[in-house]
């Protein structure tokens, strides 16, 4: 009965469906695209920046002191040990100059075999190559500090600081490479050198300043901070979420304006919906009527009209996954190129020149679990009020 209702106005009923179809079939890719951006972005800091967990010397965050340490290396093994993936770093500031330029750098010292178990920045070059032990005087370069600089692979960088012992530093150095789009920060300021390099320029012959900590697969962010602080015994721990904690809020909310937005189509969809089946009930009054004088019940009545409202969905979310689930497929594959936007900051953040979805199981299910509810939403007034006619009444209806 619900089924030969549906198509006795097969206009109505078409409009309906496919104003539902059209809404799902634009939100499963925007739900993805959404998902891919945010995903894009952390993946773009904990791999490139700041890692899972950041270790420090008590006291180093308040006071970035170059003499303040870690300085025994118990503590990397002893994370090591505990599963985790560590890379040692030096940090200080200074100036560099190329040409007639200069600039205010952080200078960030590494092993590159070792960080590159935890960072993907090696291979995140647009000019170049990365570090190497043969070529302990060459470094490798933000590329807006590059810019800046009016520098380019191969050109030497005159660097200008003061070392742990109170004297100047100074040295000659060449560009290496030139970093892709990473961060505002590091494409401004960073400056990467070996280690070793670094602890003769600015005279710390041992001992970090930071470990970056990577979590094994599988382990939470929250678990794993608590791990690295039972290991790190008095060492300040502190995740990328608690280091950064304005850019953890908006990725937050950036995930949840997914679902505003949501609502916000779906209820323009609701109101056709409710308009339709108000339509269907003031249609059917008489018959309606006439069902409940031979017996049915309330309930059936409003079934009756649920049944109705879910047949229209059902059809909607065949025909929106026909139109959407190819796309959301097509944008997890190939993306949309940025490369306009390539180097653009958003919330501290480079933009990547490819912009991909993700098709996940949240991606296409969010966007019908929420068109399911609105739809029940909708069709809950007309359903009651179908529920609710008088028998003797609506038989005498004109």
Wanted: aromatic residues 8%; negative net charge.
């Amino acid at each position: 009965m619900a089924w030969r209702n549906v198509w006795r106005n097969r206009r109505r009923t078409g409009i309906t469906v496919a104003a539902m179809a059209f809404a799902l079939g634009l939100m499963i890719p925007y739900s993805g695209l959404m998902a891919g951006y945010i995903r894009d972005m952390e993946r773009n800091l904990v791999d490139l920046e700041v890692g899972d967990v950041q270790v420090f010397a008590s006291g180093y965050r308040d006071d970035p002191d170059l003499s303040r340490l870690i300085d025994d290396t118990h503590w990397t093994l002893s994370l090591e040990a505990g599963g985790f993936e560590v890379s040692e770093r030096l940090l200080a500031w200074g100036l560099v100059a190329a040409r007639e330029s200069s600039a205010g750098v952080s200078f960030r010292g590494i092993d590159p075999a070792s960080d590159a178990d935890v960072s993907g920045i090696n291979e995140h070059l647009d000019e170049g190559a990365w570090l190497s032990a043969d070529h302990p005087k060459e470094v490798v370069i933000g590329r807006t500090l590059a810019r800046m600089l009016g520098a380019s692979v191969g050109d030497e960088l005159v660097v200008v600081s003061q070392g742990a012992d109170g004297a100047g530093a100074y040295d000659l150095f060449h560009v290496r490479g030139i970093l892709g789009p990473v961060s505002e920060a590091t494409d401004r300021t960073g400056v990467f050198l070996l280690a070793d390099t670094f602890r003769e320029l600015f005279v710390v012959p041992q001992g970090v300043h930071q470990l970056i900590v990577r979590r094994p697969p599988g382990l939470e962010l929250d678990a794993a901070a608590t791990e690295v602080r039972a290991l790190a015994g008095p060492l300040d721990v502190q995740t990328w979420r608690e280091l950064l904690p304005i850019l953890a809020n908006l990725l937050d909310t950036a995930a949840g304006a997914i679902y505003i937005l949501f609502v916000i189509i779906y209820l323009a969809v609701a109101m056709l919906i409710l308009n339709a089946m108000l339509m269907a009930v003031f249609e059917r009054i008489r018959e309606i009527g006439v069902l409940k004088a031979l017996g049915v019940g309330p309930g059936a009545i409003f079934a009756l009209m649920g049944v109705e409202a879910a047949l229209q969905t059902g059809l909607a979310v065949v025909a929106g996954l026909a139109l959407g689930l190819p796309v959301l497929l097509y944008l997890a594959s190939e993306g949309i190129e940025m490369l306009a936007f390539s180097g653009t900051t958003v919330m501290g953040m480079s933009m990547q020149p490819i912009w991909h979805a993700v098709a996940s199981p949240s991606s296409v299910g969010g966007p019908i679990a929420i068109l399911v509810a609105m739809v029940a939403i909708a069709a809950f007034f007309p359903a009651l009020k179908a529920a609710r006619i008088d028998p003797v009444d609506a038989i005498h209806h004109n």
